[in-house]
């Protein structure tokens, strides 16, 4: 990764209060998240219990060790069809935004999809979130749905679309 200091490491269940509090730093901002209140790890139990490292890995990305951002991979409609194609997330701690992170874990997601037998990943990003639509442009993620309206965020109506990029034929 060229910074000593980072590491990125499949997530450990002792992980899963670190995981839970970053993403729960994303919702008040209404730009990543569809969830309007804060999530408690218990209800992301069932959720951590579906990744593993072999298949849809959770990795956790540590600065000085400390956990300050994460990516999961997550099964796209759930049925065997679609088993190459996974949904991938990303989530930073306030603290480390513009530092580049994200960029570090999409990169490794793309340069890992073919042992992980993806050969599609999805993004679904609101419209609005100009950073994350960015960033997906940059690894060749392309618009492939816009769902206009579809979310209402608190008594705001916003436009989701679903970023799409092949990694294999």
Known sequence: MGNEKLAIRDAKLEDLNRIV??????????????????????????????HNPAHRPLWVLEEDEVIVGW????????????????????????????KGYA????????????????????AFVFGHNDPSIKLFNKYQFEKWAHLPKIADMAGIERDLLILGRRISE
């Open 71 to 98: 990516l999961s991979f997550q099964s796209f409609y759930g049925r065997p069809a679609y088993d190459a194609t996974a949904e991938v997330s990303i989530y930073l701690d306030p603290s480390v935004h513009g």
């Open 21 to 50: 509090e970053i993403y729960n730093t994303s919702i008040p901002g209404k730009l990543a998240t569809a969830d309007l209140e804060e999530i408690t790890v218990e209800s992301r139990l069932p959720w951590f219990h579906d």
């Open 103 to 122: 960029r570090i874990l999409i990169e490794r997601a793309i340069s890992e999809s073919p042992a992980l037998k993806l050969k599609t990943l999805l």
